[in-house]
């Protein structure tokens, strides 16, 4: 019965696969999962050919799209999306870390005017394995274990 799945199949939605198993609740979280009113499953620590043990998350009725997306790639690189229709894959995306980082990460240095005022947090993407992010207003580099997301 190599066939069954280890999450049930959902009707239309978004599959979200390939997380690394660890990372699983952090998705959960940066999205906000947790308040919504559409049906969610997920499983982790399940086999994967490709990571060993993986993460899926399955949202029924969603779409995730712009920094959602972002998001997700910060936390989880290799990951992808598979967009459902009527219980059938119709798309299958990779997230991408962007080239720019605008909003979702915290900077790094407590002096940055980003933490001391109301100002947007931007980021050029030095390195996207490991994360660098350099920011546009103190120049410090925001590095992959110090990733902070809003
Ligand atoms: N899936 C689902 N509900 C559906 C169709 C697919 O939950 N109605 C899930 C599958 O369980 C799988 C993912 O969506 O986790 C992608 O489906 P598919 O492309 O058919 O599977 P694979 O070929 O195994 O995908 P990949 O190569 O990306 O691992
Ligand atoms: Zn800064």
Redesign the pocket.
Known sequence: MDKA???????E?T?I??LPAERLFDVINILGLYNSTDMI?FGTNLD???LGKKG?I?VANRHFEGKEIDKIALIAPHA?L?I?K????VE?RLVEIPEEIISIVKCFNPKCITNNENVETRFQVICKSPIELKCFFCEKITHEKEVVIT
């Open positions: 799945l280890q999450v049930s199949a959902i009707k939605g599959v696969d390939h499953t994967s050919k490709r899926i399955k992808n598979n459902i009527n219980y059938e894959v299958k």
